[in-house]
């Protein structure tokens, strides 16, 4: 198995191919250690010391370090742990986890069922390149609330990738949007 990797925007975080799929679909966002317990992948990284954040893609994996951290220091481990999770033949993540890392639905207007069908053809490819994602989150009086996961979360182009990227974007399409702004989830 040969991992290739990334780097993202963001010089915290490291973005790692495995050849292969990571999650069916969707993808998946651990901040923290805390909530890793669904996910064999993410806990096996989040043992490596110095691992902050752990995000799951289709085809990716996206880790966020401290900042004492060196990569030089921590990328072999990294590379180690994402391989032995694939020799185990385990899943990503397991049963009632995935379930809760999937996509919220629920009765959507018009303009959000717009917003959303943007974000998934034009916002997210370009972000999952970068090791990242964003979510859906709310539609209030023509503000978007979207949250950055992954090597966006955090990222110092961050803001600049959600006012004139997507801002623009979505006020192009759809004139009832005038504000997008982040959300902390």
Request: some cysteine; glycine content about 10%; proline content about 7%.
């Given at each position: 198995?040969?991992?290739?990797?990334?780097?993202?925007?963001?010089?915290?975080?490291?973005?790692?191919?495995?050849?292969?799929?990571?999650?069916?679909?969707?993808?998946?966002?651990?901040?923290?250690p805390?909530?890793?317990?669904?996910?064999?992948?993410?806990?096996?990284?989040?043992?490596?010391?110095?691992?902050?954040?752990?995000?799951?893609g289709?085809?990716?994996?996206?880790?966020?370090?401290?900042?004492?951290?060196?990569?030089?220091?921590?990328?072999?481990?990294?590379?180690?742990?994402i391989?032995?999770?694939?020799?185990?033949?385990?899943?990503?993540?397991?049963?009632?986890?995935?379930?809760?890392?999937a996509?919220?639905?629920?009765?959507?207007?018009?303009?959000?069922?717009?917003?959303k069908?943007?974000?998934?053809?034009?916002?997210?490819?370009?972000?999952?390149?970068?090791?990242?994602?964003?979510?859906?989150?709310?539609?209030d009086?023509?503000?978007?609330?979207?949250?950055?996961?992954?090597?966006?979360?955090?990222?110092?182009?961050?803001?600049?990738?959600?006012?004139m990227?997507?801002?623009?974007?979505?006020?192009?399409?759809?004139?009832?949007?005038?504000?997008?702004?982040?959300?902390?989830?």
């Amino acid at each position: 198995m040969f991992i290739q990797t990334e780097s993202t925007p963001n010089p915290a975080t490291l973005k790692f191919l495995p050849g292969q799929a990571v999650l069916e679909a969707g993808t998946a966002d651990f901040p923290g250690p805390e909530g890793a317990a669904g996910s064999p992948l993410a806990q096996r990284i989040f043992a490596v010391e110095g691992v902050r954040g752990v995000f799951l893609g289709t085809d990716f994996v996206t880790v966020t370090k401290d900042e004492a951290t060196a990569w030089e220091h921590i990328k072999p481990a990294l590379l180690g742990a994402i391989m032995e999770h694939y020799q185990s033949g385990q899943p990503a993540i397991i049963g009632e986890a995935e379930a809760a890392h999937a996509a919220h639905d629920g009765p959507d207007s018009e303009i959000v069922n717009q917003i959303k069908q943007l974000l998934d053809t034009r916002v997210r490819p370009a972000v999952a390149q970068d090791g990242g994602d964003i979510t859906f989150h709310g539609f209030d009086r023509g503000v978007v609330y979207l949250h950055m996961q992954g090597a966006c979360a955090g990222c110092p182009s961050s803001t600049l990738t959600l006012k004139m990227g997507i801002e623009n974007l979505l006020r192009h399409y759809i004139p009832e949007v005038t504000e997008v702004r982040p959300v902390a989830e």
